[in-house]
């Protein structure tokens, strides 16, 4: 199973950690970890390249995590888009997808 945990602070949502695997299909062709996997990487690099935020940013394999380290309303805006994408595609794929809800070390 993938897990999302969504980091909400005091000034909104500081960060993600996605981990795990579907386990949805061959290696390669599950399309599941490969929506999770996009839209993850996606919002890193909108927020680290495009934005140009301040961020601690790591991943591997079935791994990716993503910490900003400045408030942004704009970092808002797209961590609050993954966070809806990735809530949508659980109820699709519960066996597959659990988003989790944590306090950052600022809240």
């Known amino acids: 199973m993938i897990e999302i945990e969504f980091y909400k602070g005091i000034n909104g949502l500081c960060g993600f950690l996605a981990s795990?695997?579907?386990y949805s299909g061959e290696s390669g062709e599950d399309v599941i970890c490969a929506f999770v996997s996009s839209a993850c990487l996606m919002t890193a690099n909108t927020v680290t390249e495009i934005l140009?935020?301040?961020?601690?940013?790591?991943?591997d394999d079935g791994y990716l995590k993503l910490m900003i380290?400045?408030?942004?309303?704009?970092?808002?805006?797209?961590?609050?888009?993954l966070k809806l994408h990735l809530?949508?595609?659980?109820?699709?794929?519960?066996?597959?997808?659990?988003?989790?809800?944590?306090?950052?070390?600022?809240?």
């Open 52 to 59: 140009g935020l301040d961020a601690d940013a790591q991943s």
């Open 20 to 22: 795990g695997h579907a």
């Open 87 to 107: 809530t949508e595609l659980e109820k699709d794929y519960p066996e597959n997808i659990k988003v989790i809800y944590r306090r950052c070390n600022n809240a």
């Open 69 to 81: 380290l400045e408030n942004s309303a704009s970092a808002q805006d797209i961590l609050n888009g």
